[in-house]
């Protein structure tokens, strides 16, 4: 995983999966990253084959990291299976989901 | 983990046993991915399975006690031509399996597992024993994928067959992409036809809804500071919605929560709008999404768009082109009222130029001469020009009249009544000796014009004859007049009593007559002098005017060069704070 500042957004890509197993560590090591000019968090998901509950939970306390910032968490180019769970769950509502 | 083969008649079946913790789940559900590659599951149903049975199996881990996390997991796959089936065997003390699930709030990070199981399978039964539990997930394959499977067509058939559904999918989301974009540009083109923004904005939004397959939309934008929402544009303007304050916080109105929580809020048949909430009478059972707009920080309007429950809600690519049309069309109005702005203060600016062209062709382009006196007038108008004048008449060769107004108010009317006074009083000659009968003839005349657009003139007349060397002065409100008297520097101030006009109708005006002794100056001036405003925000004053004249009269200059240097000492006083009123000041020095 690589995560990379710039300007008030951090960049977070290189993630192969968000499960159970790693989600916690992802959490952490994102928070830990982030500093007090930090608003918004950039999610490159184009890698990223594989989310469950525990990653959707990951990714929600970001965004509530975000929320008290007045900044967002934008989700880029999630795969097809991670686009199904985000739909399903209907996390594209609280999450700015982008493809390009 | 340990992989076993079990084979059964015309299913095929996979066994996995995994050591209870979490970092075994992915190795095992990668491991099912090949097992359902290799018996040509299609790729949809497969993620299914594989996100169906981490949640299962992260269950499994995460409840098992301390003496259940030494046992092992036992996981089957089995793959049958009809369908696909996942056990789960568990050591947990398990649980009671809801009769319904609902999502968790959206912000909630836990609390999603069995709502995921439950989506992506057809069929779940939590099976408890003592001990030991076993969760079973059953999940129909498609007729597509069974129909390849059972006439045992090629493999590249089926890639081919896959390949087309996504170039479907691809075909789908371009063609919203193609139609967004054509409905922005059809309505971009209209924009510079139109100057109904309200209709820009519907027509914009119609074709939203057909693109989303809405069937209502309310468009609101903030006005008076960002604390009030009211309706630009709706689909159904019979239906009259209230305009919300934000002031009073958003409890009764998902259009007020959205704008407040700064993020889109969305209702369907679990949070249906509130039945106090005004969209809830436009259609009941309504399923949507509220999109508060904003530039910057700043909010600029939401949008709520909606259609009847049994539609479903709007998908990810809907939301996007959702988004997408209500930011377009925000920068489309605040782009629009920013020009409307522009030309409103292009209109404003060429009435000040009017204005002014007004007032300075009430100035006298000579001012006329009275023997043994030199006159000299000076009037520098504001950037908000008002209705300063002054005027000399010449009455006889001994005689003359001095004028000097302040009309108060601004722009064209402002100029306008200068005009007219300066008409009225140069119309009766035969009153121009008696200066405060002069005043309560205008004043009868102007009162009703003045009094109805609410403004007033302050005004001083001086009437002055050099043969019998006295002044009359009378005032209609005016600040007072100034009259050096010797070269020692006495300064006489006269303010005859008056209204100014357009106060009452019917005012008396009273003369005050001096001798003129030798070598007398007399300064009549407007307020913008005295209340003249230095960097620090001191006023001129008239003890600085009155200082200036007394200094001024121990020399012998002429009433132009006096001119002259009280301009200079106005200009030097300001130095670099502009001008706030007209300044105006007319000298007569012997």
């Known amino acids: 995983m690589k995560v990379q500042a710039q300007g008030e957004t951090l960049n977070v890509s290189g993630i192969k999966e968000l499960g159970a197993a790693n989600s916690q560590v992802f959490r952490d090591q994102v928070k830990g990253a982030m500093n007090e000019l930090h608003k918004n968090i950039e999610i490159d998901l184009s890698e990223t084959m594989f989310v469950d509950s525990c990653g959707l939970g990951a990714l929600i306390s970001l965004h509530k990291t975000t929320c008290n910032r007045n900044g967002t968490v934008r989700l880029l180019n999630p795969t097809p299976p991670v686009q199904q769970i985000l739909e399903l769950t209907r996390m594209h509502r609280i999450f700015e989901i982008v493809n390009n | ?590």
């Open chain 2, 1 to 590: 983990m340990a992989v076993q083969s079990i084979p059964v008649s015309r299913n095929i079946s996979l066994r996995m046993v995994l050591a209870c913790e979490l970092v075994e789940v992915r190795p095992m559900t990668v491991m099912m991915r090949g097992f359902l590659q290799e018996q040509g599951v299609p790729e949809e149903e497969i993620q299914a399975c594989e996100l169906a049975l981490a949640e299962a199996a992260n269950n499994a881990i995460k409840y098992a006690s301390a003496e259940a996390a030494r046992k092992e997991i036992q996981v089957d796959v089995v793959c049958g031509l009809d369908q696909l089936e996942l056990r789960v065997n568990d050591n947990t003390a398990g649980f009671e399996w809801p009769r319904q699930i609902e999502l968790p709030v959206v912000d909630q990070e836990t609390g999603r597992g069995l709502f995921l199981i439950q989506s992506l399978m057809d069929r779940v039964n939590y099976l408890r024993g003592s001990g030991q539990n076993c969760l079973v997930m059953k999940r129909k394959r498609s007729a597509f994928s069974h129909k390849i499977e059972s006439e045992f067509q090629s493999e590249s058939e089926r890639r081919i067959a896959e390949s087309e559904k996504v170039v479907r999918d691809m075909a789908e989301e371009l063609s919203f992409c193609y139609e967004s974009l054509s409905a922005i540009f059809r309505c971009s083109a209209d924009l510079g036809k139109t100057n109904d923004l309200g209709d820009f904005a519907r027509r914009l939004l119609t074709d939203l809804a057909q693109i989303t397959s809405a069937e209502w939309f309310v468009f609101r934008m903030t006005s008076s500071a960002e604390q009030r929402l009211e309706v630009f544009a709706s689909s159904d303007s019979s239906v009259l919605l209230p305009a919300l304050s934000l002031a009073e916080g958003g409890a009764k109105s998902v259009e007020a929560d959205a704008a407040l929580a700064r993020e889109d809020v969305w209702f369907d048949h679990l949070n249906p709008l509130k039945s106090g909430d005004p969209l809830a009478k436009i259609r009941p059972g309504s399923v949507g999404l509220v999109h508060p707009i904003f530039l910057g920080d700043s909010l600029i309007g939401t949008l709520t768009i909606a259609k009847t429950a049994g539609s479903g809600a709007f998908t990810a690519v809907q939301a996007n082109v959702i988004h997408t049309f209500a930011d377009f069309l925000a920068i489309q109005i605040v782009n629009s009222r920013y020009t409307d702005e522009l030309v409103r203060s292009r209109l404003v600016s060429r009435e000040l130029e009017i204005a002014k062209t007004i007032q300075r062709s009430l100035l006298p382009k000579t001012i006329p001469r009275l023997s043994g006196y030199g006159l000299a007038g000076f009037c520098e108008s504001a950037h908000q020009v008002g209705g300063d004048f002054y005027d000399v008449i010449k009455i006889n060769d001994d005689a003359i009249l001095l004028i000097i107004a302040d009309v108060m108010g601004k722009g064209i009317p402002a100029a306008m009544f200068a005009a007219i006074l300066r008409s009225l009083l140069r119309a009766v000659p035969e009153w121009m000796n008696q200066p405060a009968a002069l005043l309560g003839r205008v004043n009868r005349l102007l009162f009703e014009e003045l009094s109805g657009v609410d403004m007033f003139i302050t005004a001083q007349l001086v009437y002055v004859d050099s043969r019998a060397r006295s002044l009359t002065a009378a005032s209609a409100g005016h600040c007072p007049l100034l009259l050096a008297l010797d070269e020692e520097g006495n300064v006489k101030a006269l303010s005859p009593e008056g209204l100014p006009l357009g106060i009452l109708p019917e005012t008396t005006f009273s003369n005050q007559t001096e001798v003129l002794p030798k070598n007398c100056r007399i300064l009549l001036y407007t307020d913008g002098l005295t209340e003249a405003r230095n960097v620090s925000g001191e006023f001129f004053g008239q003890d600085r005017l009155v200082r200036w004249l007394r200094k001024s009269s121990q020399s012998k200059q002429p009433a132009e060069q006096l001119k002259d240097d009280l301009a200079a000492e106005l200009i030097a006083f300001q130095s670099a704070a502009s001008l706030s009123d007209d300044q105006t000041f007319l000298i007569m020095a012997e």
